[in-house]
């Protein structure tokens, strides 16, 4: 990341998903970006909706090189589904070992929970 960019402000929309053995679940091919732009910006090609409010909350990139004493530089804008979907464990690994945009081909480690309340941001 150039200097310039050195704190954007993003905003990330996010879907939890229980991965199951189960071809009858959701695919991951029908959500992933696979070259997919609204308004000259990258999406994903669709995300599970069920009617139910998206929390929405402010923090930062996640990852493990990230604690509470060490923040992420980038601030981000969450909007969370509050339900969990299930999710074709098969067709994440197709996605994986085939060609994305991302070149990802394996889980990444998550941060600690965050836990000190000065860090916490407020859910609306």
């Given amino acids: ?8 402000q993003l905003r990330v ?3 939890v998903f229980l991965l199951v053995n189960d071809d009858s679940a959701l695919q991951f ?15 994903a090609k669709a995300i599970p909706t069920d009617g ?7 923090g930062s990139t996640t990852g493990p090189k990230y604690t509470e004493a060490v923040c992420s530089p980038l601030q981000v804008t969450w909007s969370v ?5 299930k999710l ?3 067709s994440l690994g ?3 070992s085939g060609k994305n945009v991302f070149e990802e081909n ?13 860090l916490l941001s407020i859910i609306r």
């Fill in 29 to 43: 091919g029908g959500f992933s970006y696979d070259g997919n732009t609204v308004n000259g910006r990258p999406q």
């Fill in 94 to 96: 197709d996605w994986c």
């Fill in 52 to 58: 139910r409010k998206i929390i929405e909350f402010l």
């Fill in 13 to 15: 929309e996010t879907q």
């Fill in 106 to 118: 394996h889980g990444h480690g998550v941060r600690k929970l965050v836990t000190s309340p000065e």
């Fill in 1 to 8: 990341m150039s200097d310039a960019c050195a704190n954007p």
């Fill in 81 to 85: 589904r509050p339900s969990c979907a």
């Fill in 88 to 90: 074709d464990i098969n």
